[in-house]
Each structure stands twice: as structure tokens, then as C-alpha cells.
């Protein structure tokens, strides 16, 4: 890894005293660099011993006085001066490393009971909760983190600040340069390559940048699990479903297996269509702790891509059985948002209304809300829809994904709905450099704002931004559906042939769905007239 120097340290007990000792040897020549040793009388001093050790050593070695002085907050004004909020931190750091984000969520929150002024345990709980979909936890947690950040070292400042700005505000260009410059400052630092990686690229569409960023985290930190998750979506995004199966197998070869290994190996079947490749990842993670729910959701969209609604809600009366007993109101409100979708995307608008006016009663959480407000909008609805959009407007005015995607594909349901598609289409032009940053709504809006405009081949072409997408979309409906709408656009621009085999291709997919759903019934009356 380059390093010039092997840091070993000791704490002894010496009759009534402690005593830390701290010891530099040269990598290569093994020669003493420098020597340290301090004593304390109770365990309580620790953090205090260590923070003065710490200084001293840092300008025998080199570092000038005036770095020191800029840099040396003591350890337990920057972190915690309890010792037991300390252990529940650093074990929740290494079982994150190894086991993702459900099993590491308890250590940081018992560090943040132990310590309530712990900032940085605060936003790491923050994480925990965001990767686990409690967004409203993170949001107050990476708020919390915000406000005490003056109690924080200058590193943990930079992870404060990124967490605020990606989980609290969701300004992600701020957050990225926050990430740049954490980066310069410390460049054997990994963490500001994860957030890069994982949460701020990727929103963009920028998944080369993506893969990159969390290559150089692998590169700095090879035994921790982010890295690896996070080139895996990259990958997965870029449509290189070869390089993410490697990097998955990387992974496993280091006993780096939290949730997100199974998941990933079930979306990788999936798109390789290995049903029983997708079986077995499915049964592994329902095995782990807390992580049924996940592959339940997961598994209702497979359902619900190849038209088998019906079971598709099956499996989320299921999920819903596991998040009501041990979640806030947000899950059953994200679950309610997900089955309006999918009803919306049936053709089965009384119960897409239903469901989605059920999910905005129980949470106003920003990404339940939108779900649920865009299965509304496909729907027909205009009230609702836009009385989301101005909420989102209002309470997450800085938010990058919200302002510049999600708001404007919002609105422009709206204007669809109004019969106004020329109006839709200038709406979205604020979503096109992002677009592909997600699950690409606004793709499948400018789509069908097309159709409605009796312009095929310019919806043709959104369409296949989707269908070429795979790795994006995954088993989300939208990308079944596209198959369906580009034929429609191919029918409309009098593209007879490439009509037919877009309806085959979607026909072919829907197979085994149900057979009472309008919309293949349609499907097959169209493909029937074209023959």
C-alpha cells in the first residue's frame, strides 16, 4: 500500500496507573522512527492520554507545529469522552465494513444513547437509516450530526457535511464539493470515495465517474464491503453485467457478505434471466436478520415486470406483515406508494387511487410521497399530484434529485393529464441532464408525451433510452412497459415490422401474466390489427 512507517500501540497496567505506549518502526528497515508513552490513573483518561501522545508524536515526526496546533483538537472533544460510546462507534464501523448497514445500525445508535453529543456517531446512524429506507430517521439524524459539528475533528467535519448535504438538504453538487476537497485533504482517506460513488455520482447518471470512485475506495480500503457494493451498481448501471459478477465474486472471496452480496446476485439473475440463480439469492437473503422485507419488495417488482399482479400484491401483503411489526409509518406508507404504482401501471386506477392517497396520509416522507404522487398522476389524478409537487417544492428546496427531476415529472403528469403535452415536454427539459440518474420517469413521461403529440418516432426514442437501460431500471415495471409503448410509437411512425417485434418482445415477456389485465388485452388487439 505504500506506507513508510507501522504504528504500534499498547496500554499496560503499571501498579495504580495505566500506561499507553506508541511505537513508529520503518516499513522497510524496521528501525525505531520514534518512541512515546504517557500514564493515566482511570480508564476515563483514555481518550485524553491519546489525544496528547498523539500530538507529541506528530511533531517528532515531522509535522510542523503550526499543523498541529490548526489540526489538534483533543480526541475527546472531537469524538466522545465516553469510552463505552467509543467501543459501540468502532464496532458498528467494522461490522458496517464487513456486514452492511442492517447489522451495523444498533452499534451507532447505541453509541449516540451512550453519547447524545457524539456528532459523528450521529451521522453515521444517519447512513444506517438512509440505506435502510428510514429516511426521515436519517434526516433527523444528519441534522442532529450538523448541529453538533463543532464538537468534531476536522475529518469527521467532512463526513458531517457530506451526510448533511446528501441525506438533510439532498444538494448534491455542495456535498460533492465537500467530497472533493475531503479527498485532497486526506487522500488515504476512503470515505469520501463512497460517497461519491454511492450517493453522488450515480444521481447524475455519471456511473463512469461512479466506477471509478469506488475502484479507488477498493484501492484505499479492500476490506471494506461499500466499495464493492457500490462498483457493482455502477457496473450493473453501465450495463456491464460481466464486470459486476467479478466484482461480486471479489467480494465473497473476502467474506464480505451483508445483505447487499445476495441482493446483488439476485439482480444480476435477474437480468441474465437465471430464474434459478435468483431463487437461491432470494432464499439466502431472507435468511438474514431484518432483510426479508427488502427481497419481498424486491421480488413483488419480478412479479410485477412479467405481469403477474396479482401475486405481485401477494407478495407485499407479505412485506407489509414484516415492516408493521418492527417499522414506523414510512414503510407502510413506501409500501402503499409501491402497490399504487404497480396497480397504476396495470391499468387498475380505482385501487392505484386507493393505495396512493392511503400512502400521502401516512407520511409525507419525500420518497414515499413521490412514488405514491407519480402512481397517482399515471392514474389520471391532477389535485394530489400537484399538491406534492409544491410540498416537495417547498420543504426540499435545494434538493438536486427533487428540483430537477422529480418536481418536474410531477408537473409534467399534470400537464399530461390536462391535455397538454407541448407544455409537458417543456417541463422535462429541466430533468434531461439527469434523467438517467434513477429510475428515468421522466424518460417515460417525455415518451408518452410524444405519443399524445402523434410524434412516434421521437417517442420511439425515449422509449429505448429505457429498454437500453437494463441495468437502471432492473425488474421495475417501467421498463416492461416501455416495450409496449415503443411498439405503439413504431405503429404510429408507420414502422410496420419493428412495431411487430416490439409487441412480440412484450407479449413474449407478459406470458404468464394475468390474463384480466386491460392493458394486454389492448396489447394483443393492437399487435392482431397490425397482422
Given at each position: 500500500m505504500g506506507a513508510a512507517a507501522i504504528l504500534d500501540g499498547s496500554i499496560v497496567r503499571l501498579g495504580d496507573q495505566y500506561v499507553l505506549g506508541l511505537r513508529a518502526t520503518h516499513c522497510q528497515t524496521g528501525a525505531l522512527i520514534d518512541a512515546e508513552q504517557v500514564q493515566f490513573a482511570h480508564k476515563e483518561e483514555l481518550l485524553d492520554a491519546l489525544s496528547r501522545i498523539a500530538s507529541k508524536f506528530r511533531t517528532r515526526v515531522g509535522e510542523s507545529l503550526a499543523s498541529v496546533k490548526n489540526r489538534d483538537t483533543p480526541l475527546a472533544e472531537a469524538t466522545t469522552p465516553s469510552l463505552e460510546a467509543l467501543k459501540a462507534y468502532s464496532a458498528g464501523v467494522k461490522t458496517l465494513g464487513s456486514s452492511g448497514s442492517t447489522t451495523a445500525l444498533p452499534f451507532f445508535r447505541r453509541a449516540t444513547e451512550l453519547d447524545p453529543q457524539f456528532s459523528i456517531a450521529h451521522a453515521w446512524l444517519s447512513r444506517m437509516y438512509g440505506d435502510l429506507g428510514l429516511d426521515d430517521l436519517s434526516v433527523l439524524s444528519a441534522r442532529r450530526a450538523f448541529q453538533l459539528r463543532d464538537h468534531a475533528s476536522e475529518r469527521e467535519r467532512f463526513f458531517i457535511d457530506a451526510s448533511y448535504n446528501i441525506l438533510a438538504t439532498g444538494d448534491l453538487a455542495k456535498a460533492q464539493e465537500i467530497c472533493d476537497a475531503w479527498a485532497q485533504a486526506y487522500p488515504r482517506d476512503s470515505s469520501p470515495h463512497g460517497f461519491l460513488s454511492g450517493l453522488i455520482y450515480p444521481p447524475f447518471g455519471r456511473y463512469e465517474e461512479g466506477r471509478r470512485e469506488a475502484k479507488k475506495m477498493i484501492e484505499l480500503a479492500p476490506d471494506l464491503f461499500v466499495g464493492y457494493m457500490n462498483l457493482v451498481s455502477n457496473d450493473l448501471a453501465l450495463g456491464q453485467f460481466d464486470d459486476a459478477d467479478l466484482?461480486?465474486?471479489?467480494?465473497?472471496?473476502?467474506?464480505?457478505?451483508?445483505?447487499?452480496?445476495?441482493?446483488?446476485?439476485?439482480?444480476?439473475?435477474?437480468?441474465?434471466?437465471?430464474?434459478?440463480?435468483?431463487?437461491?439469492?432470494?432464499?439466502?437473503?431472507?435468511?438474514?436478520?431484518?432483510?426479508?422485507?427488502?427481497?419481498?419488495?424486491?421480488?413483488?417488482?419480478?412479479?410485477?415486470?412479467?405481469?403477474?399482479?396479482?401475486?405481485?400484491?401477494?407478495?407485499?401483503?407479505?412485506?407489509?406483515?414484516?415492516?408493521?411489526?418492527?417499522?414506523?409509518?414510512?414503510?407502510?406508507?413506501?409500501?402503499?406508494?409501491?402497490?399504487?404504482?404497480?396497480?397504476?401501471?396495470?391499468g387498475d386506477r380505482e385501487s392505484a387511487w386507493q393505495h396512493g392517497l392511503a400512502s400521502l396520509k401516512l407520511s409525507r416522507n419525500k420518497d414515499s410521497s413521490y412514488l405514491a404522487a407519480y402512481a397517482l398522476g399515471l392514474a389520471g389524478d391532477i389535485l394530489h399530484v400537484r399538491e406534492v409537487a409544491d410540498h416537495l417544492e417547498k420543504h426540499f428546496p435545494m434538493d438536486t434529485k427533487i428540483r430537477l427531476r422529480q418536481v418536474p415529472t410531477l408537473r409534467a403528469l399534470v400537464a399530461l393529464n390536462q391535455q397538454n403535452p407541448a407544455e409537458a415536454l417543456e417541463l422535462l427539459q429541466l430533468a434531461a441532464p439527469i434523467e438517467l440518474g434513477g429510475i428515468p420517469d421522466a424518460v417515460y413521461i417525455r415518451g408518452n408525451a410524444f405519443l399524445a403529440l402523434g410524434r412516434g418516432r421521437e417517442a420511439a426514442v425515449e422509449f429505448q433510452k429505457i429498454i437500453g437501460h437494463r441495468g437502471i431500471l432492473i425488474n421495475e415495471p417501467t421498463g416492461a412497459l416501455a416495450l409496449l409503448q415503443i411498439a405503439r410509437a413504431y405503429?404510429?411512425?408507420?414502422?410496420?415490422?419493428?412495431?411487430?417485434?416490439?409487441?412480440?418482445?412484450?407479449?413474449?415477456?407478459?406470458?404468464?401474466?394475468?390474463?384480466?389485465?386491460?392493458?394486454?388485452?389492448?396489447?394483443?388487439?393492437?399487435?392482431?390489427?397490425?397482422?
Open positions: 466484482v461480486l465474486q471479489n467480494a465473497s472471496s473476502r467474506k464480505l457478505v451483508g445483505i447487499n452480496y445476495p441482493l446483488d446476485r439476485y439482480i444480476l439473475a435477474f437480468l441474465r434471466a437465471d430464474e434459478t440463480g435468483m431463487k437461491n439469492s432470494a432464499s439466502e437473503v431472507e435468511k438474514m436478520q431484518g432483510s426479508a422485507p427488502w427481497m419481498i419488495m424486491m421480488q413483488a417488482y419480478t412479479f410485477a415486470y412479467s405481469g403477474q399482479f396479482h401475486r405481485a400484491h401477494e407478495e407485499l401483503r407479505r412485506e407489509n406483515v414484516f415492516t408493521r411489526q418492527d417499522s414506523p409509518a414510512q414503510f407502510a406508507a413506501y409500501n402503499n406508494a409501491v402497490s399504487a404504482m404497480i396497480e397504476a401501471h396495470s405503429a404510429l411512425s408507420g414502422e410496420i415490422t419493428r412495431a411487430k417485434i416490439a409487441y412480440e418482445q412484450f407479449l413474449n415477456l407478459w406470458q404468464n401474466a394475468d390474463p384480466d389485465i386491460a392493458i394486454l388485452r389492448q396489447a394483443r388487439r393492437e399487435y392482431s390489427a397490425l397482422r
